[in-house]
């Protein structure tokens, strides 16, 4: 057993009591033990001797499909199970106002494909047709007007990439785990590549007013969903988009057009766009009324709530990507997803023992503002029981809290902006339960 293996070890059984001075202190020692290993290859018994790669495998025996079968191509069969969910418990009653959840668990980097972005809609998926499409800019404009989806697309564009996450995402779990997988514990969120023209670049040729303090969105769905947005949003980095991933937006996502409010709720994101208007007073709307606000614990409601908060999960292992397959001595990736509505991730931290000691994780790839960044950490399988958390902070200066912590300032009867640090337990085989880790 080298140094490191030991360390590692030591740490693991090592269950202190839980203090806030431990929840914070990072174990440098711990986080030696973490990649620096003398070999990279992950897996402890390899197996040389297989016959059947010196035969020819049966899909190499005849022609395969034809070149263009599919005319837009789709996944492979064996990945059937790469899809959304809904689950009946976060439906209205019925399919038309529900939420379609992404497989974190089968995601890889920090790109949402665009048949698995998360579908929430309140009175289905429109199809509007893009030639009828008109978007209304109005209210106080020097210059309103009504334009087409071609007049749109004239303005100059920009490509951004930003997560999109419906303020309930989390919510399942508010009470306690409800669900033991990962896909309904976070699923109500995706990223991606948007494409479309900055709003201040619309308003500066239209002449926004200088009195102009709110502006109203409005879907043209069967919802009507509206909402009312500060201007200071607006003139930011607000994007009226058309391109998902270097395509036209979904349905799903509101094609032919979209509102896009980098890290703000999802619910402000107003799909199938129709109207824009400009005022001095905000609009109270029914989504502002009956919906999306904050009830606390002295019973008063927050009116508007706007930014995601500092969120993390750890995506693999999961319920869904358990360890079962592992043998002791094995190397694995602990694999995760950050985000924050308020700015870039700056760290994430893991504990492999529910809190006690924290280590950082390194993030991997693209680190971008209001976009998903993915973190890894890996460790040496013992085959011990574990209790795995990520912890993310962002350049905002927010940290995740503990479950405790956020019910204390928020209670336990708003259901929306539930960011608390969640965990999972690995069981000495393998297996993996959502749980709730208490501090
Ligand atoms: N017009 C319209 N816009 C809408 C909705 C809707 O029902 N109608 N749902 C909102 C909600 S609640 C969320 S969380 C996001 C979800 O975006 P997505 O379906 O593209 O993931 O869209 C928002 N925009
Ligand atoms: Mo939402």
Known sequence: MTKKEKTMNEITINNKPNSRRNFFK???VYSMSAIAASSIVPISKLNADEVEITQKAPWGTKLGDLV?????GIPSPYEHNNVRRVHDLLSSGDRY???????HHLQEGIITPNGLFFNRSHGGTAHVDPEKFRLMLHGLLEKPLVLTLKQLKRYPSISR?????CPA??????RGPQFNNLQFVKGMTSCAEWTGVRLKTVLDDLGLSPNAKWMLA???DNSEMARTIPIEKVLDDAMLVWGQNGEPLRPEQGYPVRLLLPGWEGNLNVKWLKRLEFSDKPWH???ETSKYTMLQANGKGINYFWPMEVNSIITSPCPEVPWTDLEVGDKIEISGLAWSGRGTITTVDISLDGGNNWVEASLKGLILPKAWTRFSYIIKWDGKKKVLLS????????????????????????IYHRNPIVGWEVKSNGEVNNVHVRS
């Open 26 to 28: 990072k174990s440098a």
């Open 68 to 72: 263009d079968k599919y005319a837009y």
């Open 97 to 103: 106002a529900t939420v379609s959840m992404t497989p």
């Open 161 to 165: 990439i930003y997560f999109i996450e």
């Open 169 to 174: 995402n989390g919510s399942t779990g508010w």
């Open 218 to 220: 409005e879907g043209s």
């Open 285 to 287: 709307t029914k989504e």
């Open 391 to 414: 912890r993310s902070i962002d350049d905002s200066g927010h940290i995740q809290p503990s479950i405790d912590k956020l019910i204390e300032n928020v209670g336990v009867e708003g």
